[in-house]
């Protein structure tokens, strides 16, 4: 039997369960695995400028693909306590990640030894499992068991703490021998998904709510199939987006609080039965005046994890199954229904969704400055095309992108959903350019959010990672300021200051540029609506010329209410600014304005 070190094991069986890609920062606690990882060979490190960014990075790469699954490797403390906001994210959306700490010596653990925290522990909540692994034997068990987990049923994150003694010691291991574990997941029964569509049978004005359950389990084609077999249309929600594409005309749009179309809700509202999908009934989704949401209607929810049936509101039936295991029988149902004429016309319903499509519009087209931020994202649609990977993380930046931006493909809207951490965007944009280097990557970040973590611009400098990155500025926390409207406040979100060495940003502070260039990639301000077109050709230029992150910085109006309900109520959104009311006002919505 080969002999090795813990640690060499470990980097073995990391690279039979298809591991290609690491992140993390080396640190003494963790030094002999990184031994291990050189010695071995066969997995690509990445070195972040933050350990928290690693995290990210290892989201972004295992949302960019479908078996994808992101490591991130650091000490114990703290660069374990950094990653625990990446931990959080990736449990909160379902994104199967693995953390490798390193730990101090099994002796002196309890001695409040250097940099020795109990990190198991600190993650457990927000992991699948956490485990200080203290005999060197098991870590072969412990690996294979994370990735098992990681896989199975509700996919998420998994950490292994490994003290320095323990990686160092030599064990019995075969490489040669090692097996993946099968990987568990529920399936749908026949029966159940028959009990399921005569719902559907018998309602006038169905939808499907897809969620990013779907996408996790790479079933998107059966979704659009299942979809167009019973012309049923499709609410896809903020993970879910690209479940179906946008210029499809069984799109019905999206609904929230927020993150939503106003079709979207008018269309939901009108409905009388939803079948959910691989979704969790996000309350920014479904509002939380939940008899709002579900007055009139029946539900049907089919979801991987069992427990998420009935969390936020009973519905009518519930079938615990993976995506793809349940749609693959919708599908084999629907067509036998098809064949034998017993499904309805939903042609006159279909065709009201679309007229609403056609009508309720928000307005893009704005000659303001400063910029107003609609007018950015119709640039982008000009600029970016279906290809686009669009990533980003949460504000007034994140809400306006989700209402007018344009998503066709699965893993091309590459969301922190849940957590919406401030910073997440710079490293996990780099995550999905590594993991898809072909495909353009463009992320989208408010100014504080960009200034959370923008050392890791840094990162695709030095390992030559090129995408483009928009930054809207307005030198506010926009949306906590938004959200302070109600206290009638304006507390401690003002980020303008003079700054002493860029006195032509007037109250804008932070020069971006110059960190941009310090950090060695480029940046392109923009102060007038017309110069947004060329500063984005002239960014994907720069990108593909200097191979590294280009930044486009979009100088706002200070103030700006991005449309959102104010009540928590998804039929009473607020529209702040003027609505379109003629074709000019919103030229790259998906339907042209009907007048």
């Not at 294979?144 to 703490?161: E, K, N, T, Y």
């Not at 269309?267 to 939380?288: K, P």
């Not at 009935?310 to 519930?318: L, M």
């Not at 926390?477 to 007037?506: C, H, T």
Request: proline share 6%; with cysteine; hydrophobic share 40%.
């Amino acid at each position: 039997m080969p002999r090795m070190t813990a640690a060499r094991a470990a980097v073995e069986i990391l690279k039979r369960e298809g591991v290609t890609n690491a992140f993390g920062v080396p640190g003494a606690a963790i030094n002999p695995f990184y031994k291990a990882l050189q010695a071995a060979g066969g997995i690509d490190h990445t070195l972040a400028r933050h350990v928290e960014g690693a995290s990210h990075m290892a989201e972004g790469y295992t949302r960019a693909g479908a078996g994808n699954i992101g490591v991130c490797v650091g000490t114990s403390g703290p660069a374990g306590t950094d990653m625990i906001t990446g931990l959080y994210s990736a449990i909160g959306d379902s994104i199967p990640i693995l953390c490798i700490t390193g730990q101090a010596p099994t002796s002196v653990i309890h001695k409040e030894d250097f940099q020795a925290v109990d990190i198991a522990s600190i993650a457990k909540p927000v992991t699948k499992a956490a485990t200080t692994v203290l005999e060197a034997a098991q870590v072969p068990g412990v690996f294979q068991q994370a990735f098992h987990l990681m896989r199975s049923g509700r996919p998420g994150p998994v950490l292994i703490d490994l003290p320095i003694d323990v990686q160092l010691t030599e064990i019995e291991f075969d490489p040669e021998t090692y097996v993946p574990l099968p990987v568990y997941k529920p399936f749908a029964t026949r029966a159940q998904i028959e009990k399921a569509i005569s719902f559907l049978l018998e309602s006038r004005r169905p939808l499907i709510v897809a969620g990013g359950g779907i996408i996790n389990a790479d079933a998107c084609d059966l979704l659009v199939e299942f979809a167009e077999l019973t012309g049923t249309p499709v609410i896809p929600t903020l993970m879910g987006w690209g479940t179906i594409p946008d210029d499809h005309e069984l799109n019905a749009g999206m609904v929230g609080l927020q993150t939503s179309h106003r079709y979207g809700n008018a269309n939901f509202l009108e409905s009388d039965f939803v079948l959910g999908i691989g979704n969790r009934w996000a309350n920014r989704h479904t509002g939380y005046k939940l008899d709002v949401y579900t007055k009139g209607r029946k539900f049907v929810h089919v979801d991987v994890e069992p427990t998420q049936i009935g969390k936020i509101f009973a519905p009518d039936y519930g079938i615990a199954s993976d995506a793809k295991a349940a749609l693959e029988l919708f599908v084999e149902v629907a067509r036998e229904l098809k064949a034998a004429g017993k499904l309805p016309d939903r042609s006159e319903w279909l065709a009201t969704t679309q007229e609403r499509k056609a009508t309720l519009h928000r307005r893009t087209h704005f000659d303001n400055v400063p910029l107003k931020p609609q007018r950015v994202y119709e640039e982008m649609n000009k600029a970016f095309g279906p290809e686009t990977r669009y990533v980003t993380t949460i504000g007034l930046s994140q809400i306006a992108g989700a209402q007018m931006l344009h998503v066709y493909k699965p893993r091309h809207w590459i969301n922190c959903g849940q957590a919406g951490p401030l910073g997440w965007t710079i490293p996990a944009a780099l995550g999905v350019a590594i993991a898809d280097p072909e495909s353009p990557v463009v992320a989208l970040s408010g100014d504080y959010d960009f200034q959370f973590m923008l050392e890791e611009l840094a990162v695709g400098a030095q390992h030559r990672i090129p995408y483009v990155h928009v930054l809207v500025n307005n030198s506010y926390l926009g949306l906590i300021r938004q959200a302070q409207i109600g206290l009638d406040i304006n507390f401690q979100v003002n980020l303008e200051f003079e700054n002493i060495n860029s006195p032509e940003l007037g109250v804008y502070g932070v020069d971006h540029v110059k960190v941009v260039e310090g950090l060695g990639c480029k940046a392109i301000r923009v102060t007038e609506p017309d110069q947004l077109l060329p500063a984005f050709e002239e960014a994907k230029k720069l990108a593909a010329e200097f191979r590294v992150p280009v930044v486009v910085e979009a100088i706002l109006e200070r103030i700006t209410n991005i449309s959102m309900s104010t009540t928590a109520d998804i039929s009473n959104v607020v529209e702040f600014e003027e609505l379109a009311t003629e074709p000019g006002h919103a030229p790259t919505a998906i339907k042209p304005l009907k007048v």
